[in-house]
């Protein structure tokens, strides 16, 4: 069965600090999907970014980045320079490809509080 | 914004009386999916649906049914519902399954059973 692990239930940082969300998962398939998704106090579900078991590049968009080790099973989220509207619960996603699958098995979140 | 209606938003009701969910979508998107947030427990899913009749259930799928007559709109009912059936309640849409497409979520129902 499919598992995601969120250890951080809270993080607290400074505005312009970087902050980094932590994401392990467990699979048994070798093809599978990561997601993050943001959901901020007004309550909607955001996606950020999609990541395929076979593209370990990490990727960076502005403030955002991703780092994803299969090693480790680990699909890390850093915010570089965090800024107040970045406090928000964020949640990691996997999925696996197999037919039959079409589920994602979410995290239990990281609520993300960033002090002005 | 997806274009996923979800209604209502907000809802009171009495344990034991049935409610009805919908989640309504101008995206045409073949896989729509129900899920509950609970603190605790991150997003958990209930139902999906791969098409117009066609449905499964997920994890928590005991004390829910779902139905789907048209593509654009599906529907959560709780039959009886219970007090632990309290949650916000999502509706998700996507191109296809198994991962290959994201999923896009409604703004949720917040359902408090009395």
């Known amino acids: 069965a499919q598992k995601v692990t969120q250890a951080q239930t809270e993080i607290s940082v400074v505005e312009k600090e970087d902050v980094t969300l932590d994401c392990v998962y467990e699979t048994r398939d070798t093809t599978y999907y990561l997601f993050w998704y943001k959901q901020p106090p007004s309550g909607e579900l955001v996606f950020l970014i999609r990541r395929n078991s076979f593209d370990e590049q990490n990727e960076i968009s502005g403030r955002y980045s991703w780092n994803f080790q299969k090693s480790t099973s680990s699909f890390n989220f850093t915010i570089t320079a965090s800024q107040v509207v970045d406090s928000a619960v964020y949640f990691c996603?996997?999925?696996?490809?197999?037919?039959?699958?079409?589920?994602?098995?979410f995290g239990t979140g990281t609520r993300l509080t960033i002090i002005p | 914004d997806a274009g996923i209606t979800q209604s209502p938003r907000h809802k009171v009701t009495e344990t034991g009386t049935p409610v009805t969910l919908r989640c309504h979508q101008t995206?045409?998107?073949?896989?729509m999916y129900w899920y509950r947030q609970d603190p605790g427990h991150g997003l958990r899913l209930i139902h999906y649906?791969?098409?117009?009749?066609?449905?499964d259930k997920g994890e928590v799928s005991d004390g829910y049914s779902v139905s789907r007559s048209k593509t654009e709109d599906f529907l959560l009912t709780l039959e009886s519902a219970t007090s632990s059936q309290t949650s916000v309640y999502f509706c998700?849409?996507?191109?296809?399954?198994?991962?290959?497409?994201?999923?896009?979520f409604g703004d949720g129902t917040r359902l408090s059973i009395l």
């Open positions: 998700a849409i996507s191109e296809s399954g198994s991962g290959n497409q994201p999923q896009h």
């Open positions: 995206e045409n998107h073949r896989y």
């Open positions: 996603a996997l999925s696996e490809a197999a037919f039959g699958n079409e589920k994602l098995t």
């Open positions: 649906s791969y098409g117009v009749k066609d449905t």
